[in-house]
C-alpha cells in the first residue's frame, strides 16, 4: 500500500510542478494595472456627475525635462480641480514625486511643511491628480521632489485663483 502512494504522490507532484508556472504566469498576465497612489483613475474623472473642463493648457520645464500640464476644473463644483502632467521623457530624478505648495519653494531648499502630496511622476504617461480644496482659494507651486536623492528637483507656479475668478 505505502508504494501505490508514494507513486500517487509522484504523479500529483510532477502535475504541480507543471501547472504551478502556467498558473503563475496567467495570474500576472491578467492582473489589472495598478493605480498609484494620489492618482485618479480615469474613469472616476470621466464619471458620472463630473463634468471636466480645461481652464489652461501650457507646458513647464521641471528639471530639464518639458512637461505638459493641464489644470480642469469640474462644471458643478468649481471648486474641486485636478492637474493633468504628462513629462516629454522620463525624468533623471530618481522616484520622482509631485507636490503641490502654496507656499513659495526655492531650488534646493527643504520641502515646505504646508506641501501636499499628489503623487509619482515616474514614466511619460499622462498622470492625473486631484488638487487640495486649498487651491481653489489661492495660487500654489507645482514641486517635483526626488525621493531617491532627497531633494527639490525643480518647481513650476500653477495659477488657480485668478482662473477661477468670474470674468467682469
Do not use: C
Request: hydrophobic share 45%.
Amino acid at each position: 500500500m505505502n508504494l501505490r502512494l508514494r507513486r500517487r504522490h509522484r504523479w500529483l507532484i510532477a502535475g504541480l510542478a507543471a501547472a504551478l508556472p502556467v498558473a503563475v504566469v496567467a495570474s500576472l498576465a491578467s492582473r489589472r494595472p495598478g493605480i498609484v497612489a494620489g492618482e485618479l483613475p480615469r474613469d472616476v474623472m470621466a464619471g458620472a456627475g463630473h463634468s471636466w473642463h480645461p481652464l489652461s493648457d501650457r507646458e513647464v520645464l521641471m528639471d530639464g525635462v518639458i512637461v505638459q500640464t493641464r489644470l480642469l476644473s469640474d462644471r458643478l463644483e468649481p471648486g474641486r480641480l485636478a492637474v493633468e502632467l504628462t513629462p516629454a521623457r522620463d525624468l533623471r530624478e530618481p522616484d520622482p514625486l509631485i507636490y503641490w505648495s502654496p507656499d513659495p519653494v526655492g531650488p534646493g531648499g527643504p520641502l515646505p511643511a504646508t506641501a501636499f502630496l499628489l503623487g509619482s511622476l515616474a514614466g511619460t504617461h499622462s498622470h492625473l491628480f486631484a488638487l487640495p480644496t486649498e487651491a481653489a482659494d489661492r495660487d500654489g507651486i507645482l514641486v517635483l521632489y526626488s525621493l531617491g536623492h532627497q531633494r527639490i528637483g525643480g518647481t513650476a507656479s500653477l495659477a488657480t485663483q485668478s482662473l477661477l475668478k468670474p470674468a467682469p
